[in-house]
T-cell receptor, first 109, second 118 residues
Framework: QQPVQSPQAVILREGEDAVINCSSSKALYSVHWYRQKHGEAPVFLMILLKGGEQKGHDKISASFNEKKQQSSLYLTASQLSYSGTYFCGTRSNDYKLSFGAGTTVTVRA | GAVVSQHPSWVICKSGTSVKIECRSLDFQATTMFWYRQFPKQSLMLMATSNEGSKATYEQGVEKDKFLINHASLTLSTLTVTSAHPEDSSFYIC??????????????FGSGTQLSVL
């Protein structure tokens, strides 16, 4: 079952912040975040495992609340290069990743 | 990071023909590869899980006789779209699971294949 992502789209000016949420109805083993530019393959950003961990990648960070079966991706001081579609992938105990519908982020100068 | 090569990048074919797409992990062995399909502005939909040396596992609703998957080696999986029709036109992406433990396995994606069936 696909996780639910919100919002569907967000438009930012350079330097602004944004949060993308991902929630699942199933118990999660891990959450994966990817970014896809138009016409390209998705690129791995980070994995979060059970234990409520947080991670950072440059000024992009994420948190995972396994009890709530939710993860959030934080874009801080956004740059033009952050534009793209962000997908969360959730993994339960069957080793398969199910992807959300994606959140399109547009960062404008 | 690990590299996954997918070929061809795009293909145009006539209705009724078969198309083969290759997915190779270049610098690691991938016992498991995944095939996804993506329609414009939509998410990645898992089609099947390809396991080296055994039959692929297909997701519900995916015709295994239409989308033939072969994973003959630890670095190569192929997807053959048989008797392609216009409704099969889509962006197909493979991914390979890099080794890891405790849930840290990462997926690395190929560059995708845009299939257009006339």
């Amino acid at each position: 079952q696909q996780p639910v992502q919100s919002p569907q789209a967000v438009i930012l000016r350079e330097g602004e912040d944004a949060v993308i949420n991902c929630s699942s109805s199933k118990a999660l083993y891990s959450v994966h975040w990817y970014r896809q530019k138009h016409g390209e393959a998705p690129v791995f950003l980070m994995i979060l495992l059970k234990g409520g961990e947080q991670k950072g990648h440059d000024k992009i960070s994420a948190s995972f609340n396994e009890k709530k079966q939710q993860s959030s991706l934080y874009l801080t001081a956004s740059q033009l290069s952050y534009s793209g579609t962000y997908f969360c992938g959730t993994r339960s105990n069957d080793y398969k990743l199910s992807f959300g519908a994606g959140t399109t982020v547009t960062v404008r100068a | 990071g690990a590299v996954v090569s997918q070929h061809p990048s795009w293909v145009i074919c006539k209705s009724g023909t078969s198309v083969k797409i290759e997915c190779r992990s270049l610098d690691f062995q991938a016992t498991t590869m995944f095939w996804y399909r993506q329609f414009p502005k939509q998410s990645l939909m898992l089609m099947a899980t390809s396991n080296e040396g055994s039959k692929a596992t297909y997701e519900q609703g995916v015709e295994k006789d239409k989308f033939l998957i072969n994973h003959a080696s630890l670095t190569l999986s192929t997807l053959t779209v048989t008797s392609a029709h216009p409704e099969d036109s889509s962006f197909y992406i493979c991914s390979a699971r890099a080794p890891g433990s405790g849930g840290t396995e990462k997926l690395f994606f190929g560059s995708g294949t845009q299939l257009s069936v006339l």
